[in-house]
Every structure is written in structure tokens, then in C-alpha cells.
């Protein structure tokens, strides 16, 4: 009989305590058994980073689900701002057709821009 686990109240600060702990911990193991220095950060970070990929699965799991919602709920805000602003615009009109380049009129400019030139001269 598989019990429910209840959800992380606070994935994301979880995780990263989690985390922090678990490479103190394998830290104090490796000083304890007398490395030094720079080869004891580098043998903490990278055991306690593969250690946390096995025993931290369920924390960081929940992570990146809160993030992934969090800027999923983003994205829909900016997608509901743009449909907004370009609510004008029915996708399927002729004259919101993407496929083809708009056409511009630009003989009232050549005439402007003639006219100018002949009041320069």
C-alpha cells in the first residue's frame, strides 16, 4: 500500500537548503578523512552534486515544476497582453496574411519628394 507523499510547501528554498546541507555534510566527510584544500571543494562539490541527483530527485522535481508553472503563468500574462493589443487583428483576414509581403504604396512619397526637389531648384 503506497502512501501519498504531501508536496513541498517550499520547493524552491527546500531544494537549495537541501542542497547547501548536503555539501557541508560531504565536505566535513572528506576534511574528516584528511583531504585539503582545493581538492576537497572540488570532491565536495561534485559528490554532493551526484549524491543530490539521487536523493534529492523529489525536491527538485517539485522545483521545476513551481518554476516551470511560475513562468508558464508568465507567458500566458504577455500572451494575453499581446492578444489584447493586437485584438484588432483576425489571423485569418486577407489582410493579416504573413505568407506574403505587405504591399506598400509609395507614389504619394515619389511625388512628394519630386515636388521638393522641383521647388529646390
Known sequence: MATE?????????????????LLAAIGALVY??????????????????????IVLNRARGEMGSKVGGYFSRMNARIDSGSNAED???DASSPEY??????????????????????TER
Open 5 to 21: 507523499k504531501k508536496p513541498l510547501r517550499y520547493p524552491t528554498a527546500t531544494y537549495f537548503v537541501a542542497r547547501v546541507a
Open 32 to 53: 574528516a578523512l584528511g583531504m585539503r584544500g582545493i581538492p576537497l571543494i572540488i570532491v565536495a562539490f561534485l559528490a554532493s552534486g551526484l549524491l543530490s541527483y
Open 87 to 89: 485584438g484588432h487583428f
Open 97 to 118: 496574411r504573413t505568407d506574403q509581403p505587405a504591399e506598400i504604396d509609395l507614389s504619394s512619397d515619389v511625388e512628394a519628394s519630386s515636388a521638393k526637389s522641383d
